[in-house]
């Protein structure tokens, strides 16, 4: 197997100067050669002295540097080489160096300072001309003519692929920059995704057992009943919020519907309106009443604003059981064509939106960002006659 060779930076910069040098004094070398072996028995030409080669060397040389200086290098090659044409020596050997000169300008330049060049070097090639061998007068300007033409026409072809590329260029950057975006705004709402999960799981549980233990320990010796039925109740959330965790990490690692295949019954399939009555009676056995109304005509929503619904609903009982632990609660839900309205509220005392909201608990913040996902929105504070409320709406079409 060969190693790939990749070449630094640097080199692949230094590579086309020093390509251009050799090219300008291998050009020098062969022009001078075919200008003292060119056979001149009828003496059309110049005989050929040291000016022929300096002029030669003057023409060729300076393109070492026409990728830097386009423009500067054609006038003093054009130049060089118009004084060579009225010295008249032997014409052939010098006209590619104006034509490399030529085709570098309009590959650099714009397309209208390379027309001009363009035209100014037919003008001194045409001169040039001049000296061809009786007869191929027409023939050498019509030569000329042609290979202008032709170099100018791919030089600016070369220039529209050039700067076609550096556009191309630019806009790769632009995409990788907005992928690179794209995936921080994912990484972001998939964080916030699992701190809400987090919090709706690990608070409303944590919640219910606390309370519970609590009361276990109240009445372990006063009224073991009592203490038991606690106990029991700490054992099912335990059980409920491992469940919904290991729904969750199952979900984060290989997706949905390999949780949807571990599902196994009610206790770890995703949680939702349908366990509204278990929420309700886990809120009551931590000591808050819990009313429940269902009005319209209910239907099945998509899983994920069923989730959201759920979570709301649930957040907003945790914090009465935190804030307004001796309240009662009603959770009214209510069904219509266009979205589904919740509204959950307490007759205790009103819960300040810091608490929720601040430092010390993101409820509030968790419950829009959900409800934002679905076009929804979250309104919480104290209700009219006493209390706190949070009311949800989401819209949802029953044409599904």
């Known amino acids: 197997m060969f190693e790939q060779r990749t070449w630094s930076p640097a080199v692949r910069r230094a590579f086309p100067q020093v390509a251009d040098l050799v090219y300008a004094v291998v050009s020098v070398w062969i022009s001078s050669t075919m200008l003292h072996n060119w056979p001149d028995p009828h003496g059309y030409w110049r005989h050929a002295d040291v000016w022929a080669y300096v002029l030669i060397a003057l023409v060729y040389l300076p393109l070492a540097a026409r990728r830097r200086a386009p423009l500067t290098v054609l006038i003093g090659t054009a130049a060089c080489v118009l004084c060579y044409f009225t010295l008249a020596y032997y014409h052939v050997v010098v006209v590619s160096g104006l034509g490399l000169a030529l085709y570098t300008v309009a590959a650099r330049c714009p397309r209208r300072v390379a027309a001009k060049c363009a035209a100014a070097s037919l003008l001194v090639l045409l001169w040039g001309a001049r000296l061809a061998e009786p007869g191929n007068g027409p023939f050498s300007a019509a030569f000329v003519t042609v290979m202008v033409a032709v170099t100018w026409v791919t030089g600016d072809r070369s220039r529209r692929l050039a700067e076609r590329g550096e556009r191309l260029a630019v806009l790769t950057e632009q995409l990788r920059l907005e992928q690179e975006e794209k995936a921080q705004r994912a990484v972001m709402a998939e964080r916030m995704k699992i701190a809400r999960e987090l ?88 000591g808050v009443s819990v009313d429940v109304r269902i009005t319209g005509a209910s239907f099945a929503l998509p899983p994920g604003v069923d989730l959201c619904v759920f979570r709301v609903i649930q957040e907003a009982l945790t914090n009465v059981m935190k804030h307004a632990p001796a309240a009662n609660a009603s959770v009214a839900v209510h069904y219509d064509e266009a979205a589904v309205r919740v509204r959950v509220a307490d007759d205790g005392q009103a819960i300040p939106v810091a608490t929720t909201a601040g430092p010390a608990g993101h409820g509030l913040i968790g419950m829009r960002e959900r409800a934002g996902v679905y076009g929804g929105t979250v309104t919480a504070g104290p209700g009219p006659q006493g209390g706190f409320e949070v009311e949800l709406t989401v819209p949802v079409s029953r044409d599904r």
């Open 199 to 286: 919090h709706d799981v690990i608070a409303h549980h944590v919640s219910v057992i606390s309370v519970q233990t609590g009361l276990a320990g109240y009445v372990f010796t006063s009224d073991p009943k009592t203490a038991r039925e606690a106990l029991k109740i700490i054992a099912g959330s335990a059980r409920e919020a491992m469940a919904e965790m290991r729904r969750m990490l199952v979900v984060l690692r290989e997706g949905t519907e390999r949780a949807q295949e571990e599902e196994g019954g009610d206790h770890t399939a995703a949680p939702g309106l349908g366990r509204l009555d278990q929420l309700a009676r886990r809120v009551e056995a931590a």
